[in-house]
C-alpha cells in the first residue's frame, strides 16, 4: 500500500511563487515516475507535470517555463516549483504514483488560489 501526501499549496497573488511537496511512503516496487494533476472547480483531473527515477520531465505546455518538477529519491519526496502564478492555476493539486503491478495511487490534494 502506498500513501502521498501533498503540501504548500496556498493564497498568493498573480505573479508570486509555491512549492509544493509530495511525500510518498510504502512500497511502489522500487523508484517510479512521480506527476501532478490539478482539478479546476467544475472541471476533470488535468495532468501538470511528470518526472522520471532518473529525472526526465515532461510538462503539460500551459505551464512550461513557469513551473518546474523535481525529486529527491533518499527522501521519497517530489516538488513541483510554480513561478509567475496566474489567476488561471487556481486549483486543488494532486500528486500521483503508478506502482510494479500498475495500481496508481493519489495523495489528497493540496489547494492553490492565485488571485489578480
Known amino acids: 500500500q502506498v500513501q502521498l501526501v501533498e503540501s504548500g499549496g496556498g493564497l498568493v497573488q498573480a505573479g508570486g511563487s509555491l512549492r509544493l511537496s509530495c511525500a510518498a511512503s510504502?512500497?511502489?516496487?522500487?523508484?517510479?515516475?512521480i506527476s501532478w494533476y490539478l482539478q479546476a472547480p467544475g472541471e476533470q483531473r488535468a495532468f501538470v507535470a511528470w518526472?522520471?527515477?532518473?529525472?526526465?520531465?515532461n510538462y503539460a505546455d500551459s505551464v512550461k517555463g513557469r513551473f518546474t518538477i523535481s525529486r529527491d529519491n533518499g527522501k521519497n519526496t517530489a516538488y513541483l516549483q510554480m513561478n509567475s502564478l496566474k489567476a488561471e492555476d487556481t486549483a486543488v493539486y494532486y500528486c500521483?504514483?503508478?506502482?510494479?503491478?500498475?495500481?496508481?495511487?493519489w495523495g489528497q490534494g493540496t489547494q492553490v488560489t492565485v488571485s489578480s
Open positions: 518526472i522520471t527515477a532518473d529525472g526526465t520531465t
Open positions: 500521483r504514483i503508478t506502482d510494479l503491478y500498475g495500481r496508481t495511487y
Open positions: 510504502g512500497s511502489t516496487g522500487g523508484i517510479r515516475p
